[in-house]
C-alpha cells in the first residue's frame, strides 16, 4: 500500500495515512516515538527517586501507568520502559540511569478486531488473558523474537503495542502482515493510531 500523507519530523518520514486503509484492524509503525529505558538497582529503594515527567514507576513488574500522553511499563526489580505515546519530541532526563532506545527498537500497534486472533498465530503469549487489566506489559517472544507487548485493551477495540530490537523489524512486519491476510489486515498511518487512542480514554 502507498502512503497517501506523509510528514518529516528530524530524520524520520511519518506515514500520516495510507491509500485504502479500510476499516481495520490496522498494523501502525511508530517507530518514531520516543522511548526511554530506565534502569536502576535500587529504583524501590527510594519511593520518590524515579519518577520520569514527574510520573512514579510502577511497584509491580507488569503493571503499566499512562499519564500526559506517557506510558511508563515496570519490567522487572530494576528497570522500566518509558513510552511517549503523544509523538511529541521529549528531552531525556540527565540522570544515567536513563538511556534513549528509540533509534535501536522498532515499534508497533496492532490493533482493531481480530488482533488477538492474528496474535494467537504468531505467539503462544495469552495476550487476552481476562484476568489481566489493560493495560498491562507481557514479555516474551513474538514471532520467535523477544518483545515487549503492552495489551492496551481487550474489549471492543482492542489492541496492542510492542516493541523489539529494531534488527528485527522487517521480518516481523512482514510475519504479522502475512499472519492478518485472512482478516484484512491493513497497514496504517499516525493518524489512525491516535483515532484509536482517542477512543480507549
Same mark, same amino acid.
Given at each position: #500500500?502507498?502512503? *497517501? ?12 495515512? /495510507? ?10 509503525? %511508530?517507530?518514531?516515538?520516543? +522511548? ?12 520518590g ?7 512514579p514507576?510502577?511497584?509491580?513488574? !507488569? ?5 500526559? !500522553?506517557? #506510558?511508563?511499563?515496570? #519490567? ?8 511517549? %505515546?503523544? &509523538? ?9 540511569? /536513563?538511556t ?10 496492532? #490493533? =482493531? ?18 484476568? =489481566? ?24 477495540q482492542? !489492541? ?6 529494531? !534488527? ?8 504479522? %502482515?502475512?499472519? &492478518?491476510? *485472512? ?5 496504517? =498511518?499516525? %493518524?489512525?493510531?491516535? +483515532? ?6
Amino acid at each position: #500500500m502507498r502512503p *497517501a500523507k506523509e510528514e518529516r519530523r528530524g530524520h524520520w518520514v511519518v506515514t500520516l495515512e /495510507y491509500e485504502n486503509e479500510g476499516d481495520g484492524p490496522h498494523l501502525v509503525d %511508530l517507530s518514531h516515538y520516543v +522511548r526511554w529505558d530506565l534502569q536502576d538497582s535500587d529504583q524501590n529503594g527510594d519511593r520518590g527517586k524515579w519518577k520520569p515527567l514527574g510520573i512514579p514507576v510502577p511497584e509491580q513488574p !507488569g503493571v503499566c501507568i499512562i499519564k500526559d !500522553g506517557v #506510558m511508563i511499563n515496570r #519490567m522487572n526489580n530494576t528497570q522500566a520502559a518509558i513510552w511517549h %505515546l503523544s &509523538g511529541e519530541e521529549a528531552e531525556i532526563p540527565p540522570e544515567t540511569a /536513563y538511556t534513549d532506545v528509540t533509534d535501536a527498537t522498532v515499534f508497533l500497534a496492532l #490493533m =482493531g478486531k481480530k488482533t488477538f486472533a492474528i496474535a494467537e498465530k504468531l505467539t503462544a503469549l495469552d495476550l487476552s488473558d481476562p484476568a =489481566g487489566t489493560a493495560p498491562f506489559l507481557i514479555q516474551g517472544p513474538f514471532v520467535h523474537v523477544p518483545c515487549q507487548i503492552v495489551v492496551m485493551a481487550n474489549g471492543e477495540q482492542p !489492541g496492542i503495542l510492542m516493541t523489539c530490537s529494531r !534488527g528485527y523489524a522487517h521480518d516481523i512486519v512482514v510475519a504479522i %502482515l502475512e499472519a &492478518g491476510k *485472512a482478516f484484512d489486515l491493513r497497514p496504517a =498511518g499516525e %493518524l489512525a493510531f491516535k +483515532r484509536w487512542l482517542k477512543q480507549l480514554k
